[in-house]
């Protein structure tokens, strides 16, 4: 019995950059959350100065664990793990996908997936790209942005995030000093002269989408869309 073809799919962005919602409406994929691999709540760094936990530090995530069931997912197809993600983010209820936008994606993905029997797995995190090891598992890689004020806005928006143990609220200096730091800290490495506001460096391997209020969800699952196709070449 041979292997299942595996197309990883990373998405991945700011929080609040709408990576998640985008993820959630994209058809025909199966979806698996890198909040999932959080690690106990006593384990997450803590940071003296502000005297709160770091949930945005790299050290917060289980990698180890991640990028063990990434390579279990590419050789199976079949997610593994207990996932616990719990709907922490926006839900997407209210958001409107056309029925004609739907119907392209499917027609994209038959025309290049028409002869494969692939499976597409989409990984959707925070920070996916930041770790070398863990970057190289994805056949695509995505990152969904938006400007700074935007990030925040939504971000402040948000009730808060169930964990495994308890519910994390922001404090106010939270997604400055922790959420938009870590980002870009660790994603400056992929953009010309380091500023995550600008252009992403040519040859980063990292495909970009801006998605600011006013941007239509149905053009970013076209664009996505697109994309992931494409891989049918692979």
Known sequence: MTSPKVLLVGISGCSSSGKTITANL???AILLHEDDFFKHDEEIPFDEKYNVSNWDSPDALDLPLFRKELDHIKKTGEISSKLIHNDNHDSTKTIEVRTETENAIKQKFAAGFHDSDAKIIIVDGFLMYNDPELAAKFDLKILIRAPYA???KRRAARSGYQTLESFWIDPPFYFDEFVYKTYRECHSQFFEGG?????LKKGAGIHD????????INTALL?????????GNL
């Open 26 to 28: 994209l058809p025909s």
């Open 150 to 152: 935007t990030l925040k």
């Open 195 to 199: 500023n995550v506001e600008g252009a």
């Open 209 to 216: 989408f801006i998605n600011d209020d006013g941007t239509d």
């Open 223 to 231: 664009w996505l869309s697109e994309l992931i196709a494409s891989l």
